[in-house]
C-alpha cells in the first residue's frame, strides 16, 4: 500500500494543465460540462424563472379550484391489490378533491379482484375492471382510459404514495401553459434505507433523476413523464389513442405527445414516493428493460425526428439527441476511452484509475451538497446518503454502464425488448408485427 502511494505522489507531481486534460479528457468534455457546469448554470436560470413566475403559478393554482374540472385518476397493474387501500385512502386525503379513481386489474393470479370490489362497494374508488387475461400495462391503462371522463388523466402505479399536494400540483402546469400537453410528477425512492442497491438508487434518483429532468424541462427537452406520476390532456391522448405496446411505454408516449407539437413540463414539487427493486439482480431486470426501450423508441420507432422532414422540431431532434448522445454513443465511447488508457498508458493505469475514481466522488459531493439548495422538499436526511456517494462511481460509472452496454447490444442485433416477460409474448407479438 505504501508503494501505491508513494507511486502516486509521484504521479501527481508530473501533472501539468496539459498532461492532466490529455489523461482525464473524458471526464472533462463529457461529464463536467455537461452534468455539472451546465447543470448548475441551467439551475439558477430554473430558480430565477421560478421566483419570476410565483404570482403566475399562484393565478393556475387559483384557476385550477376556480375551474374544478374533473380528473380521472387511471392506475393499471398486476397482482397489486395489497397496495390498494392505502393508495385509495392516501388519494381521498388529496387537497385536489375533483376526482374519479378507475383501477384495472391485469390479469392477476392474488386476492386483488376480491379487494378491488370490495373498495368499489365500499365507495374508495369508482370503477374497478378486471381483465381475465393479461394483455400488459398499456392494454391496462388504455383499458382504464375508455371508461375515464375526466378533462385531465393522472396514470399512477399502485405501489407509489403520494404527498397530499401532489394531484394539484402536477395540474398546475396545464394553467400556466395552454400548449402544455403532459406533466411528470417527481419520484423518489421510499426504500431507500432497505439495502445498499436501493440507498445507490435514492442518490440517483436524487442527485440525478430529478435534476436531470428539472434541466431539461427548463430547456423544453424533457423526454420522459414517469409512469409512477404522470399527468396528461385527456384530449391528447384521445389524439394518440393512448399508449402503444411497451416495455418503455411513458417514454414513448412523451415522445408521441411531443410529435403532435405539445410542450412537456416536469412538476418538481408534485412529490411521488416508490420502492425501487432491493436486490442488485432485480435492478439489473428493470435496467436491461428501460435501456433495451431506449434503442427499440428513440432510436428505432421514433428515429423519424432525427431527420429534417415537414413535422421537423428543432426541440424534438435536441431532446432526442442529447439522450442518445450521452446515454448510448458516449457508452460506447467511454470503452474507447478505456482502450486507449490501457494501450498507451499502461504503466499509469493504477495511477489513472484512482484519479479518475477521486475526481468523479469529489463532484458526486459537490454537486450532491449545491443542488440540495436547488430542491424544493426531501423526504429522507441529507446526511444518509453522504457516506455512501464514494460508491455511485462504481454503481453509476461501471455496475450501471455494463448493463447499459449489455442491453444496448442485445436491442440492435437482437430486438430483445420483444422478449421481454414484462408483457404477455402474445402482446410483444403483436407489436413486433405492428413494428413498434
Known amino acids: 500500500m505504501e508503494g501505491i502511494l508513494d507511486s502516486y505522489m509521484r504521479f501527481l507531481a508530473?501533472?501539468?494543465?496539459?498532461?492532466?486534460?490529455?489523461?482525464?479528457?473524458?471526464?472533462?468534455?463529457?461529464?463536467?460540462?455537461?452534468?455539472?457546469?451546465?447543470?448548475?448554470?441551467?439551475?439558477n436560470l430554473y430558480k430565477i424563472k421560478s421566483w419570476t413566475q410565483r404570482d403566475k403559478k399562484e393565478d393556475a393554482r387559483r384557476r385550477l379550484f376556480l375551474e374544478n374540472p374533473l380528473v380521472s385518476i387511471l392506475i393499471p397493474g398486476k397482482n397489486e391489490g395489497k397496495h390498494l387501500y392505502k393508495l385509495a385512502n392516501s388519494l381521498s386525503e388529496q387537497t385536489y378533491k375533483n376526482i374519479e379513481i378507475i383501477v384495472v386489474d391485469d390479469g392477476s393470479d392474488d386476492e386483488t379482484p376480491i379487494i378491488g370490489r370490495s373498495l368499489e362497494k365500499a365507495g374508495l374508488i369508482d370503477t374497478f375492471i378486471r381483465n381475465e387475461l393479461r394483455g400488459g400495462k398499456a392494454s391496462a391503462a388504455n383499458c382504464a382510459l375508455?371508461?375515464?371522463?375526466?378533462?385531465?388523466?393522472?396514470?399512477?402505479?399502485?405501489?407509489?404514495?403520494?404527498?397530499?399536494d401532489a394531484m394539484e400540483k402536477i395540474l398546475i402546469p396545464f394553467f400556466m401553459d395552454n400548449r402544455v400537453g403532459?406533466?411528470?410528477?417527481?419520484?423518489?425512492?421510499?426504500?431507500?434505507?432497505?439495502?445498499?442497491?436501493?440507498?445507490?438508487?435514492?442518490?440517483?434518483?436524487?442527485?440525478?433523476?430529478?435534476?436531470?429532468?428539472?434541466?431539461t424541462s427548463y430547456l423544453g427537452i424533457y423526454r420522459i413523464i414517469s409512469g409512477a406520476f404522470g399527468a396528461f390532456r385527456a384530449d391528447v391522448l384521445d389524439q394518440l389513442k393512448g399508449w402503444d405496446i411497451g416495455p418503455g411505454l411513458d417514454g414513448d408516449i412523451t415522445v408521441k405527445i411531443r410529435k403532435?407539437?405539445?410542450?412537456?413540463?416536469?412538476?418538481?414539487?408534485?412529490?411521488?414516493?416508490?420502492?425501487v427493486p432491493n436486490t442488485f439482480k432485480k435492478l439489473i431486470k428493470q435496467r436491461l428493460r428501460w435501456d433495451k426501450s431506449l434503442v427499440r423508441f428513440r432510436m428505432r420507432k421514433h428515429r423519424d425526428i432525427l431527420i429534417p422532414n415537414q413535422s421537423f422540431k428543432f426541440s424534438n431532434f435536441i431532446s432526442a439527441f442529447e439522450n442518445i448522445t450521452y446515454n448510448v454513443l458516449l457508452n460506447f465511447k467511454w470503452y474507447v476511452y478505456l482502450g486507449i488508457m490501457l494501450t498507451y498508458y499502461r504503466p499509469l493505469f493504477l495511477n489513472i484509475f484512482i484519479t479518475n475514481i477521486l475526481l468523479y466522488t469529489t463532484t458526486n459531493y459537490v454537486k450532491f451538497v449545491v443542488y440540495s439548495l436547488?430542491?424544493?422538499?426531501?423526504?429522507?436526511?441529507?446526511?444518509?446518503f453522504l457516506?455512501?456517494?464514494?460508491?455511485?462511481?462504481?454503481?453509476?460509472?461501471?455496475?450501471?454502464?455494463?448493463?447499459?452496454?449489455?442491453?444496448?447490444?442485445?436491442?440492435?442485433?437482437?430486438?430483445?425488448?420483444?422478449?421481454?416477460?414484462?408483457?404477455?409474448?402474445?402482446?410483444?407479438?403483436?407489436?413486433?408485427?405492428?413494428?413498434i
Not at 436547488?374 to 444518509?384: C, E, G, L
Not at 442491453?407 to 413486433?432: C, V
Open 14 to 43: 508530473t501533472l501539468t494543465p496539459a498532461y492532466f486534460f490529455e489523461l482525464f479528457w473524458f471526464y472533462f468534455v463529457f461529464e463536467f460540462i455537461r452534468y455539472f457546469f451546465l447543470e448548475f448554470i441551467v439551475l
Open 146 to 164: 375508455r371508461f375515464a371522463k375526466g378533462k385531465y388523466i393522472i396514470h399512477l402505479d399502485a405501489d407509489c404514495s403520494y404527498d397530499n
Open 182 to 215: 403532459g406533466v411528470g410528477g417527481n419520484v423518489s425512492v421510499r426504500n431507500y434505507n432497505e439495502s445498499l442497491v436501493t440507498t445507490l438508487q435514492g442518490i440517483e434518483y436524487f442527485n440525478t433523476i430529478t435534476t436531470g429532468r428539472t434541466v
Open 260 to 275: 403532435k407539437g405539445y410542450k412537456i413540463a416536469f412538476a418538481e414539487d408534485a412529490n411521488c414516493l416508490t420502492s
Open 374 to 384: 436547488y430542491r424544493p422538499k426531501a423526504h429522507v436526511s441529507m446526511s444518509y
Open 387 to 435: 457516506v455512501y456517494l464514494p460508491c455511485m462511481v462504481l454503481y453509476y460509472g461501471m455496475y450501471l454502464r455494463a448493463v447499459r452496454t449489455v442491453a444496448y447490444l442485445q436491442e440492435f442485433f437482437f430486438k430483445k425488448s420483444y422478449q421481454d416477460p414484462w408483457n404477455p409474448r402474445k402482446t410483444s407479438i403483436h407489436g413486433e408485427y405492428l413494428g
